[in-house]
């Protein structure tokens, strides 16, 4: 998970490991995988979302979604393969809240691929309201009516890097370096290669071997970790649903 302070990304120094980022407060903002997802999916220059991207839209923000709820542990999925409300305390984000009282609504008697197709996201709101969470969050800022990459603060003596930037390298970094992921990068690379958009990180050479990586990463945490292994129906499903397309 990336981690925002007083609303800056700053820009990495090659020397140190990628993990280790000039950090300016104490209390970081931190980025849903639903968030970051969506900031893969970013033009570099324009801060606009990519014509590739749109490609399976709006089923990887639906999983991404009900991974962001599985880690919170909001919800789970039951041994019938049935999605359940474990907690419905809200998480304080109003995509994920809503998503949740969807999931609620309807308890027990849905499977995962069911929500995947069910969220009804529009688009163009849809991506507005990201766009307005990564302005809140820092990664993004306004320029004139629209957005733009927010740079680091003056005070901090570093190169411009971009949410984007950074958030790759570190992706980058946990497979070609082999360094050790948490159970959130994991998600989110395995969401990137579930929904067909690992180009978003890795060049082409790179995706075969990266792709099986991912895999490995994500089925070592599934032998370890339950909520790994609900992770784990949510991305097959997410999968299946791609191939479909």
Same mark, same amino acid.
């Given at each position: 998970?990336?981690?925002?302070?007083?609303? &800056?990304?700053?820009? &990495?120094? /090659?020397?140190?490991?990628?993990?280790?980022?000039?950090?300016?407060?104490?209390?970081?903002?931190?980025?849903?995988?639903?968030?970051?997802?969506?900031?893969?999916?970013?033009?570099?220059?324009?801060?606009? +979302?990519?014509?590739?991207?749109?490609? %399976?839209?709006? #089923?990887?923000?639906?999983?991404?979604?009900? !991974?962001?709820?599985?880690?919170?542990?909001?919800?789970? +999925? %039951?041994?019938?393969?049935?999605?359940?409300?474990?907690?419905? +305390? /809200?998480? %304080?984000?109003?995509?994920?809240?809503?998503?949740?009282?969807?999931?609620?609504?309807?308890?027990?008697?849905?499977?995962?691929? &069911?929500?995947?197709?069910?969220?009804? #996201?529009?688009?163009?709101?849809?991506?507005? &309201?990201?766009?307005?969470?990564?302005?809140?969050? %820092?990664?993004?800022?306004?320029?004139?009516?629209?957005?733009?990459?927010? @740079? @680091?603060?003056?005070?901090?003596?570093?190169?411009?890097?971009?949410?984007?930037?950074?958030?790759?390298?570190?992706?980058?970094?946990?497979?070609?370096?082999?360094?050790?992921?948490?159970?959130?990068?994991?998600?989110?690379?395995?969401?990137?290669?579930?929904?067909?958009?690992?180009?978003?990180?890795? #060049?082409?050479?790179?995706?075969? @071997?990266?792709?099986?990586?991912?895999?490995?990463?994500?089925?070592?945490?599934?032998?370890?970790? @339950?909520? !790994?292994?609900?992770?784990?129906?949510?991305?097959?499903?997410?999968?299946?649903?791609?191939?479909?397309?």
């Amino acid at each position: 998970m990336i981690s925002l302070e007083n609303g &800056y990304f700053c820009g &990495y120094n /090659p020397q140190v490991s990628c993990a280790h980022w000039l950090y300016i407060q104490k209390e970081a903002k931190m980025l849903n995988l639903n968030e970051e997802l969506f900031l893969l999916c970013l033009h570099e220059d324009k801060v606009t +979302i990519t014509p590739s991207a749109m490609e %399976g839209f709006p #089923f990887w923000l639906g999983a991404a979604i009900l !991974a962001d709820l599985t880690l919170m542990k909001r919800i789970n +999925i %039951g041994e019938d393969h049935r999605m359940v409300v474990v907690s419905a +305390i /809200p998480t %304080g984000e109003e995509l994920l809240d809503e998503s949740l009282k969807k999931i609620g609504a309807l308890e027990g008697s849905k499977k995962t691929g &069911y929500w995947i197709d069910e969220f009804d #996201f529009r688009p163009k709101k849809t991506f507005r &309201y990201l766009c307005e969470q990564l302005l809140a969050k %820092g990664a993004l800022q306004r320029v004139e009516e629209d957005f733009g990459w927010a @740079p @680091p603060p003056s005070s901090v003596n570093t190169r411009f890097a971009s949410a984007k930037f950074i958030l790759k390298h570190l992706l980058r970094s946990r497979v070609l370096a082999h360094e050790e992921p948490d159970l959130h990068e994991i998600a989110l690379l395995s969401l990137l290669k579930a929904s067909d958009k690992l180009e978003l990180v890795f #060049f082409k050479d790179e995706r075969k @071997p990266a792709g099986r990586v991912i895999d490995e990463m994500q089925m070592s945490a599934a032998m370890k970790d @339950p909520v !790994a292994q609900s992770l784990q129906e949510i991305l097959s499903a997410l999968a299946d649903r791609i191939n479909e397309e």
